[in-house]
């Protein structure tokens, strides 16, 4: 692995934890003004000094982001559909790699759907985005995406996972599930898990616990973190398991602590 590439990873996978906190908020790419993002520059600018990097689409970056703020930017290369599609996987690439490096993207992301009907192309992209990362020293998180239509189970997310780490990804995004730890044995790249849909804060925390004590190398967090009754006392809270190693008992009490002080 070159320098560049290196030293880009280790701006989002921490070298003296060895662990990630990123903060996706690329939700508006498919979904438009997703509930909690309707603001998206107020919303997000007293997470980012919580947060190890964030994830987003070019023109929330370009609108919404202070670019004096040194925030590590993982930049999401992706999309071409909305949510009033039936078949979300018809994405392609849509950002051009020198448009990324413009942006000072420490990484690239984009979404494969494996099992749906446009997966060939899914995969074809994430084959393209990582030559292209390759090329320039800019690591690929690639997304697995599930249609509506497959079990988030170990043996499908498995199979993702493995596909986007053979087809040169350097970082692998997915879902929690039973027995994710033989999942992260057989994929060959660190592995972040989404949050998925609100659940209590209780709930969220159990997951990131659960996802690290079984070897994710971090959590890509978006609506568990923005739609918290106390956004800034969540990422807080998720930050102190993924780094620190607290206990779900002990995030939760961080998390009501900084939210009675409105911290
Ligand atoms: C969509 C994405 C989203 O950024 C991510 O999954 C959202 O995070 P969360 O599920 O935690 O809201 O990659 O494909």
Redesign the pocket.
């Known amino acids: 692995m070159d320098w560049g590439m290196k030293n880009r990873l280790s701006r989002i996978i921490r070298p003296d934890t060895g662990k990630a906190l990123m903060l996706?908020?690329?939700?508006g790419y498919f979904l438009g003004p997703t509930s909690g993002l309707e603001d998206l520059e107020n919303t997000v600018a007293p997470l980012l000094p919580y947060t190890d990097s964030l994830?987003l689409t070019r023109g929330a970056l370009r609108n919404c982001i202070n670019a004096k703020f040194p925030v590590p930017i993982v930049l999401?290369v992706s999309g071409g559909n909305s949510v009033l599609e039936e078949d979300l996987s018809h994405e392609d690439l849509t950002v051009d790699i020198e448009d990324a490096i413009r942006l000072n993207a420490s990484a690239i992301?984009m979404?494969i759907y494996i099992g749906s009907p446009h997966q060939h192309q899914t995969i074809v992209n994430l084959a393209k985005t990582v030559d292209m990362g390759e090329k320039y020293g800019i690591p690929v998180l690639a997304?697995t995406?599930v249609g509506k239509e497959m079990t988030r189970d170990e043996r499908y997310l498995s199979l993702a996972c493995r596909i986007a780490a053979e087809t040169g990804a350097h970082i692998v995004?997915t879902y929690y599930c039973e027995d994710f730890d033989k999942l992260v044995k057989k994929v060959p790249i660190p592995v972040v898990i989404?949050?998925?849909?609100k659940v209590t804060e209780k709930d969220a925390l159990e997951l990131a616990y659960k996802a690290i004590s079984d070897g994710a190398v971090g959590v890509?967090?978006?609506?568990?973190i923005f739609q918290a009754e106390a956004p800034v006392a969540m990422i807080q809270a998720v930050r102190s398991i993924v780094h620190h190693g607290n206990s779900v008992k002990k995030a939760l009490d961080l998390y009501s602590s900084l939210k009675a002080k409105k911290k």
Request: cysteine-free; hydrophobic content about 35%.
């Open positions: 996706a908020v690329d939700h994830m999401r992301t979404s997304v995406a995004k989404a949050g998925g849909k890509d967090m978006g609506r568990n």
